[in-house]
């Protein structure tokens, strides 16, 4: 059993004599401590050395074991957005709710009778509790993670340490001591925080990520604030901190008004190419309201532009903070409003026309090469199709002229499920076909077999108004896509409702995924309705980029609505427009 040895206790006979909870545990060189997952904590399994306990040492250990009992006695005597875009933020979570997938019936939780204590326990009452419970998992175990989880009172939580003490020779296993740690930190009971660090500090020459990250997060409110700062020079011995360490310590430096230190580790955090906590960066602008200093003002600044540059959009109250900065720097005379955009790109708060969407001829010629050397030539194409069919498919394209549209055709005749599928793709394909437009269909060579679900006149009419080109049917379609379009030029357009997310995830750097994520979102057509005597309704590509931008005098900070639930490829319809009167 992995565990915590409270030890070297010389006064516990008599501490403990008249209701003896704790007895002394054998001296301990080594532990093996295994950290259960809890609020962040990995599951993971280490080794710690401890050091020799001095007597000195124990009056930590005596301390939090004191006031367990004394706690003891003490107790026991008293919406989703509108906006359905295909990019758009909420729009998936309108769709799933729009066609809801049945679930398998799934087995429902195992429940226990058993009630969280809402007071400290003596030993007695534990016993019983430990008695009524039904569960197969350790009772500890469970009834601390049922604390951590409902966010208990640290008195009940130490009384439950102090029964296991009594029931261990004084051993309390390490996933009790460090979720204790939480409820502490969660709580943040200053004191309490600092004796376990005491005990940890005493037992162990390092300690483990979690233990590391939830010491960090306490010590920060406390005037040993400092005291974190070398925790994370521990944790950096072995591993990058992670970036909730970085926040913490910075929160901390804020918080005790070092902004230099602040500024410090924001930039080291950068230097090992970690992204900020959004807290992080709205830590920084809440400090600097109402002052007036040229260089924190452009060190704020920055932080915008870092925004712009990966694609970042701060969370609501994030925005405010930025408002009600630009608002209160003395002198400055910056005004700002919650404002939407309309279709054309115009911001409705300043009138202002937001940046455009589509790629510059030097991007999408870099774009195209990234994607033609990591998706189509490389990656896993040839676990979606052969050497030989992609080599016939490029000899086709480069026999056609340029295309306006390439439509992804089993992807678009499923659009409908009640419909027949050769019908819908005809309907789309003849829409088109009005406009003059020049078509290319991709398809699988099941499509051109009479079936109930493909009508063979239908797909005739079909290859009449498009180029086609059928595939074999082990194939997939979207790299071809991604192919025709590009070769096509930066006009042409796409439909298909898949999102490309695995095509993204291939290319190799965050600036390259970011400038495809842009020119899918400025090429893709999604369609929205069919509608009686089989017209198509298809919806608007936007025409603006959704980006942090500034013009110099204006900011325009796209945010993400608290009330909506955006997925990683869409974008807020939010915005915080900033401008300079004079």
């Not at 005749?413 to 269909?441: G, I, Y």
């Not at 017209?535 to 980006?547: A, C, H, L, M």
Request: aromatic content about 10%; hydrophobic content about 35%; overall charge positive.
């Amino acid at each position: 059993m992995m565990t915590f040895c409270f030890t070297g206790i010389r006064s516990f006979p008599k501490l403990w004599k008249s209701n003896p909870y704790l007895g002394l545990g054998p001296g301990h060189s080594f532990l093996s401590l295994f950290l259960e997952d809890c609020y962040g904590i990995r599951n993971q399994q280490k080794w710690f050395s401890l050091k020799t306990v001095s007597a000195q040492n124990t009056k930590a250990v005596n301390l939090l074991i004191a006031k367990a009992r004394y706690l003891r006695n003490e107790g026991s005597s008293k919406q989703v957005s509108s906006d359905t875009h295909l990019f758009a933020a909420g729009a998936a979570k309108k769709r799933s709710q729009m066609n809801p997938h049945r679930k398998a019936d799934a087995l429902p939780p195992m429940r226990n009778t058993i009630q969280l204590p809402t007071k400290p326990l003596n030993s007695e009452e534990w016993d019983r509790l430990k008695e009524d419970f039904k569960g197969r998992a350790n009772f500890e175990s469970w009834i601390i993670s049922q604390m951590a989880q409902s966010c208990s009172s640290v008195d009940v939580a130490k009384s439950l340490l102090a029964w296991v003490a009594a029931k261990n020779n004084g051993i309390v296993g390490y996933d009790l001591l460090v979720k204790y740690l939480y409820l502490c930190v969660f709580h943040k009971q200053t004191s309490e925080i600092i004796d376990v660090y005491e005990i940890m500090k005493a037992r162990y020459k390092r300690l483990e990520s979690g233990g590391y990250t939830l010491l960090i997060q306490g010590l920060i409110h406390s005037d040993r604030w400092r005291e974190a700062l070398l925790l994370l020079e521990d944790v950096k011995k072995v591993m990058i901190p992670s970036k909730k360490n970085y926040n913490d310590c910075i929160e901390g430096a804020l918080l005790h008004q070092d902004v230099n230190l602040a500024w410090n580790l924001y930039q080291e955090l950068l230097g090992y190419d970690l992204i900020p906590m959004l807290k992080t960066l709205k830590a920084f602008f809440d400090f600097g309201k109402n002052i007036k200093d040229d260089q924190y003002s452009n060190k704020l600044f920055d932080i915008l532009l870092y925004l712009r540059n990966n694609h970042l959009y701060p969370e609501e109250s994030f925005a405010h903070s930025i408002k009600t900065w630009f608002e209160s720097v003395p002198g400055e005379h910056w005004k700002g409003q919650f404002t939407t955009v309309k279709e054309s790109g115009q911001c409705l708060g300043c009138g202002k026309t937001i940046e455009s969407i589509h790629l510059s001829s030097e991007e999408y010629e870099s774009l195209k090469g990234k994607i033609m050397k990591d998706v189509i030539d490389g990656g896993d194409l040839y676990k979606k199709t052969t050497p030989q069919e992609l080599e016939r498919f490029q000899n086709f394209v480069k026999c056609c002229p340029p295309f306006d549209i390439v439509i992804d055709g089993l992807n678009v005749a499923k659009t409908f499920p009640k419909a027949r599928e050769s019908q819908v793709l005809l309907d789309v394909v003849s829409q088109l076909a009005k406009q003059n437009l020049e078509l290319l269909v991709l398809g699988r060579k099941h499509m051109l077999t009479q079936h109930s679900r493909w009508r063979k006149d239908e797909m005739k009419m079909v290859q009449k108004q498009a180029s086609c080109f059928f595939a074999d049917n082990i194939s997939e379609d979207d790299p071809f896509l991604l192919y025709a379009t590009l070769h096509s030029g930066n006009h042409c357009k796409f439909i298909t409702k898949d999102l490309m997310r695995d095509h993204k995830a291939c290319l190799h750097n965050a600036k390259t995924q970011h400038l495809f994520f842009k020119w899918q979102r400025g090429h893709q057509l999604a369609i929205l309705n069919r509608l009686p005597g089989s017209k198509i309704i298809f919806q608007n590509i936007p025409s603006y980029d959704t980006v942090v931008q500034t013009t110099g005098d204006s900011w325009h900070i796209p945010y993400d609505d608290d009330m909506v639930e955006r997925y990683s490829y869409e974008v807020p319809t939010k915005w915080l427009c900033l401008h300079r009167k004079t």
